[in-house]
């Protein structure tokens, strides 16, 4: 720089000599460096990673922040939304809940649950129950002639429930079984990405043995591997999945071992494709040339030059894995009680589905979510790091 | 073309007998044999268990029993239901399942190639933003969910379709959406993207410069290349609605094939597991060998290896 301020006009010819004539001003860029900067230059693929990145704070940070646990079980406090339809109670400035299966629970002006009050006795003339208030003998009335039942003032009118409070010990609800929704969401992410995670890194080392070696021995060898392939390609996943988990039993592990077992065969055959044709080039001809063994030349310089479709290819398996895990919790066969995962976080939920539809709504957005966030991250890095085929 | 056809229905059996052994070894590995329960059971009733069942024969010879009745299309008697046979439970099933997947496939058909052509004519326009929205949100959410989801808006809320059962037409119409939702996004973008790609092709300009008007050139030039592809896929299509049946029953109480496979895992019967699999192997199979021929048939330029 000092010499080019020397000059006079930035624009004159430099003289002959002058060392900076064939210098290339602009930054080199490592391959690394171009592929994240066409990754982050898209705003999907930015978003979805940074999505990724909460995601698993969400999950392994989280229960570390919470006062539940996912297995405690709190009965009288079941079904409960994270938004409470309140009328007032006897003492000024608290509220009642009234939960679906009748019990009153007083709620403090922030939305804090303070207690369930205790049935006295049962009008069933009048369908009136009475509920003891306070030690002095105070009773609360609750009305189930007509639905939706309301508490009666002192006067025996009807109280309207018609304000709205947040739910501040359940930020999003309770369970049919009085378990706190937020933190069994965070156990049930957490269990989601393990799974997908563990088995995205088992499928992608399986597939990368299979197919490297298939494509690099070549002839007969390759077409026997291939041919089962072929062979496993023909039945769905899903029915392999279940019977494996069938012999297993349920249970993280065996979740794992099935899905690992079955789905590194699209990462085998990514990697036997360019394992083929980058063979043929000169680099590896020169690496023979120099003396280096398969291991080597297989390790060192086919492995890597796969990479680029090796990384889009896992980021498209995890999706499906985290959508087999939920699918097969689903149908009672994934995770075992009570331990949460998304599936039978939304299996649980589709019990109780007509009256607190909330309970399905969470684990769906969260599955969605993580969904959304690995197929654009998918997306993203297939177009980083080859351009020519974006559409 | 006659060669092929051997060749691809000797693989198919291959294929077919390894599924069978597979699931014969997996099932019979089961630690604790299929009687055992909770419920303890005194010698004598195990050993005319076995007896009765052949559980006592080597393995092999069971094996080659059971593919012998498989040949008569016999798929043995059911575990935990005593009487019933697992053909029972296809015979019963099977009606309602065929029906929800024939008709689901037919409308995923129907309506995923028009919502591909649109969004393909209206490149980059709103309508084709909204549509390929649409269609990645269909791939992204689990069909469980939508089901779950459909079935509480229309069912519960709206009060427009049962919520279970299908004894109306009417309750046919929420398990299409949740079953079809994925294949039906998934070859909406699909047609979009093959038929951008063929639009941009040399024949279809010479088309145009011929003075051939938009709606010929789309629907006889463009589209029966376009359409390639989206044949190819149907294969993994019947697999995907015939597997994600069963949690679609499930949801919606249809007395299917499904459903009695999800039974029986939970209760692990296991000869009905294996029936009802090497059924569904079956299946797949001859659908995938149909439209593999079908695919050939309509392209003259795949070579029958």
Known sequence: MERNEQLINPWDKLPSSNEEREKIWAKNRSFTGDVWFRFSHKPTALAGLIMIVFM??????????????????????????????????????????????????????????????????????????????????????????????AILDADGNRLSADKRLWNRSYLLGTDNLGRDILTRLMFGTRISLLVALVAAAVNMLIGILYGSISGYIGGNTDSVMMRIVDIINTIPLTLYVILIQVFLGSGLQSIIIALSSVYWVDMARVVRGQVLSSKQQEFVMAARTIGSSSNFILLRHLVPNAMGPILVTVTMLIPSAIFMEAFMSFIGI??????????????????????SPYQLLMPAIVICLIMFAFNFVGDGLRDALDPKLRK | MRKFLIKRIFMMLFTLLLITLFTFILMHSVPGGPFTSERQVTKAVQAALDEKYHLNDPLWKQFLDYLRNLLRFDLGPSYKYAGKSVNDFIANGFPYSARVGLITLIFVLLTSIPMGIFAALKNGKWQDMLLMSIATLGVTIPSFVIASGLMYVFAYRLNWVPTFGVDSWKGYILPMIALGGYSLSFIARLMRSSLLEVMGQDYIRTARAKGISETRIILKHALRNALIPVITILGPTIANLLTGSFVIEKIFAIPGMGSYFVDSVTQRDYTTIMGITVFYAALLLSMIFLVDIFYCLIDPRIKYE
């Open chain 1, 56 to 149: 698993l704070l969400f999950a392994f940070v989280g229960p570390y922040f919470t006062p539940y646990d996912y297995s405690e079980q709190v009965l009288e406090l079941a079904n409960i939304g994270p938004i409470l339809s309140v009328s007032e109670a006897p003492t000024e400035g608290n509220y009642l809940y009234i939960t679906h299966n009748m019990k009153v629970i007083e709620v403090d002006s922030s939305g804090k649950l303070i207690r369930q009050l205790k049935r006295r006795q049962d009008d069933a003339e009048n369908s009136v129950t009475y509920f003891k208030y306070d030690d002095d003998g105070g009773m609360v009335r609750l009305d189930y002639s007509e639905k939706p039942t």
């Open chain 1, 334 to 355: 994934g995770i075992s009680p009570p331990m949460a995962s998304l599936g039978t976080m939304c299996n649980d939920a589709t019990q109780a589905l007509r009256t």
